[in-house]
């Protein structure tokens, strides 16, 4: 008896006469068959999120500082890294323009047929009121016409497309690092690895993720910084943006959307 051909099912292989396949060539159509089905197989993985570029696996980056999240709502979670936000450029281009169109605005080529109709990413109005932990959560589950998102990538790469999204709206813009400079460094250090100064508390903190650009605003214009009295408004919000580069490394594409035309 010969030995199977490599790749082949072991076994005899069962030739009827209605086959039309003459009995020295059955053992080849049959690996022919199981060439294919393993073919098929391997597709079905790369579909699903199991194939190359479905993990991340970059090196490793800076741990944020962990914060308690038990008062967090279900569902809802914190980064444990600093995420980045030009890692998840090529997911963002292939699998969320045919929606949200290439800067965001949520209108890509499916978008007329969506109901409701893609978020436009780059509404500054509807980001600054939207934390992070529920951002990351709606690309996790899905949300609307959106479908979910969670087994398709990991935990970083759902977190650098939560964080790219973001920015669409709130990324760093012209002026903001020398807002920062000038009034926050002294306290709180002069960018992200670099120890705060004066009694400041570090803003790598992982919890600033379950706040929103405005509850942080909000925070500035309490009075919990005193020096900051008197500050103009504009002023204040440029400084925040750049102190949001502490949690994640903003994608350049969505930095110069922020600069205009």
Do not use: N
């Amino acid at each position: 008896m010969k030995p199977p051909l490599p790749g082949c099912p072991r076994g005899r292989v069962r030739q009827g006469r209605s086959s039309g396949v003459p009995p020295r060539d059955g053992r080849v159509a049959a690996c022919l068959r199981f060439g294919l089905f393993t073919q098929v197989l391997l597709l079905t993985a790369c579909s699903i999120g199991l194939g190359p570029g479905a993990a991340s696996t970059a090196a490793p980056r800076p741990i944020l500082l962990p914060s308690a999240d038990s008062g967090l709502p279900s569902g809802l979670r914190l980064p444990l890294e600093r995420a980045d936000a030009a890692a998840a450029e090529r997911s963002f281009a292939r699998d969320c323009v045919p929606c949200h169109g290439p800067t965001g605005r949520g209108d890509g080529p499916r978008a007329p047929l969506l109901r409701p109709g893609p978020a436009d990413l780059q509404d500054e109005g509807r980001q600054r009121g939207l934390a992070l932990s529920w951002q990351h959560r709606s690309i996790a589950e899905g949300k609307g016409a959106m479908p979910a998102w969670g087994l398709q990538y990991d935990e970083r790469r759902i977190w650098d497309l939560a964080f790219l999204t973001w920015s669409m709206a709130l990324g760093p813009r012209s002026g903001d690092q020398e807002a920062y400079a000038s009034h926050c460094a002294g306290c709180h250090g002069a960018g992200p690895g670099t120890e705060a100064l004066g009694g400041g508390h570090r803003l790598d903190r992982a919890g600033r993720a379950a706040r929103s650009f405005d509850e942080e605003l909000a925070l500035l214009r309490q009075g919990a910084h005193p020096r900051l009295g008197g500050t103009a408004e504009a002023t204040l919000e440029a400084a925040l943006r750049w102190s949001w580069t502490w949690l994640y490394s903003p994608a350049p594409a969505a930095t110069a959307a922020q600069e205009g035309p």
